[in-house]
């Protein structure tokens, strides 16, 4: 079965750095690219990053520069390296493979002193 | 960036009775391969997003097949035949096509 299940949430006060893990199951994260999309409190869903299959990142303009996104072929995981954090990171992270079929229960982080 | 625009934003509905979402990009979203990259997806409360339909009109493996997604270019739709409870929910479209992705503004689907 595929599956992702993301950690490393919590509570950071702004200007901490945060990383965030999905753990994938059932393929192989290298056969695939894989996004990471958030979702502020009550509000919609937002992309913010991609790792595409051959390694390359790529990342939205709201955290170009503050947000790395990896992965680690030899553990199947994605990672999501967060620097610099501000009150509007605050959101549930999901992470999910290629064309969004496939998604994972998300991690909650709070940016807030 | 592509601007996916959705309507209506809010939408009651009576069980039993079918049900239409509209979906438009500020550009085509015809890909250069010939695809049009367009995803719906629900987010019943309290659960991940879930895809639907993906490339305007294919069902995801498991969809009632009470949902279909249609459109063209920059005009796209998705239709509930016939609503049941669990359809509860916010419903959102996703252009595939370009880099960023971008979504909708959602919309959420209630019972009367």
């Known amino acids: 079965e595929v599956q992702l299940v993301e950690t490393g949430g919590g509570l950071i006060q702004p200007g901490g750095s945060l990383r965030l893990s999905c753990a994938a199951s059932?393929?192989?994260?290298?056969?695939?690219?894989m996004s990471w999309v958030r979702q502020a409190p009550g509000k919609g869903l937002e992309w913010i990053s991609v790792?595409?299959?051959?390694?390359?990142?790529y990342h939205a303009e709201s955290v170009k520069g503050r947000f790395t996104v990896s992965r680690d072929t030899s553990t199947n995981m994605v990672f999501l390296q967060m620097n610099s954090l501000r009150v509007e990171d605050t959101a549930v992270y999901y992470c999910?493979?290629?064309?969004?079929?496939?998604w994972g229960k998300g991690t909650t982080v709070i940016v807030s002193s | 960036d592509v601007v996916m625009t959705q309507s209506p934003l809010s939408l009651p509905v009576t069980l039993g009775q079918p049900a239409s979402i509209s979906c438009r990009s500020s550009?085509?979203?015809?890909?250069?391969?010939?695809?049009?990259?367009l995803t719906w997806f629900q987010q019943r409360p309290g659960q991940s997003p879930r895809r639907l339909i993906y490339?305007?009109?294919n069902r995801d493996s498991g969809v009632p097949d009470r949902f279909s997604g249609s459109g063209s270019g920059t005009d796209f739709t998705l239709k509930i035949s016939r609503v049941e409870a669990e359809d509860v929910g916010v419903y959102y479209c996703?252009?595939?096509?370009?880099?960023?992705?971008?979504f909708g503004q959602g919309t959420k689907v209630e019972i009367k």
């Open positions: 550009q085509s979203l015809v890909h250069s391969d010939g695809n049009t990259y």
């Open positions: 790792v595409y299959s051959g390694g390359t990142p």
């Open positions: 996703m252009q595939g096509t370009d880099w960023p992705r971008t």
């Open positions: 490339k305007v009109s």
């Open positions: 999910a493979k290629g064309g969004m079929g496939v």
């Open positions: 059932g393929f192989s994260v290298s056969s695939d690219y």
